[in-house]
């Protein structure tokens, strides 16, 4: 048998998981995105499969959040939450932490409670560690103060964009990361494609 790489021969590596390179058409949340769903869970539990047997989906369940209760991925307008992982950057690259992003949310996000984003360390799946000491934007906390009117733009990498640090998370050069966009208490529009979150892209 080959033996398995040492923890250190996987640093600045993606995971070999299903989770990140899952090939079932219905990952995707639009045609037109990069977004997925997570976990490719339905809210009742089940794999989305006839026989329920399904190892790729099992995988991105256990290996990508660790574990979640069926009912936080609901897909239902106005109950729980939703959950989409970014994985890739428009053009399909993988999201590494050298490099800084853009995102665009369109406003207001049908979102009843509130929304968030949050960013994770790949190889860990735990919430990104820097000395920034944060790794999530949130509509109730952080972003609760801005004014916007059409959309908000939010940054990611190893350095703030001049003028925009307090709309910025900061990212590990040399390792992969990825990230959730949670809806509390969705509305439809976040279900029929009337609104939509735009892609990771480069930052300049």
Request: glycine share 10%; aromatic share 16%.
């Amino acid at each position: 048998m080959k033996a398995s790489p040492n923890a250190a021969a996987l640093v600045g590596k993606w995971p070999r998981s299903g989770a990140f390179s899952n090939r079932r058409p219905d990952r995707a949340v639009w045609s037109d995105r990069r977004w997925e769903w997570a976990a490719l869970r339905f809210g009742d539990g089940a794999s989305g499969v006839p026989s329920n047997v399904a190892v790729d989906t099992l995988d991105a369940w256990f290996f990508e959040p660790v574990g979640q209760s069926p009912a936080t991925l609901r897909r239902a307008a106005g109950a729980g939450s939703i959950y989409w992982l970014g994985r890739r950057e428009r053009t399909g690259a993988s999201l590494w932490g050298g490099a800084t992003y853009q995102l665009t949310v369109p406003q207001p996000v049908p979102a009843r409670l509130f929304w968030s984003i949050t960013v994770y360390d790949a190889e860990t799946r735990t919430q990104i560690q820097t000395d920034q000491g944060k790794a999530a934007l949130r509509s109730v906390f952080e972003l609760k103060s801005f004014r916007y009117d059409h959309f908000l733009t939010l940054y990611f990498g190893p350095a703030a964009p001049i003028g925009r640090e307090d709309l910025w998370i900061k990212t590990v050069a040399g390792k992969p990361w990825f990230a959730y966009f949670r809806v509390y208490g969705p509305e439809a529009p976040a279900f029929d494609g009337s609104w939509k979150p735009g892609d990771f892209e480069r930052y300049r």
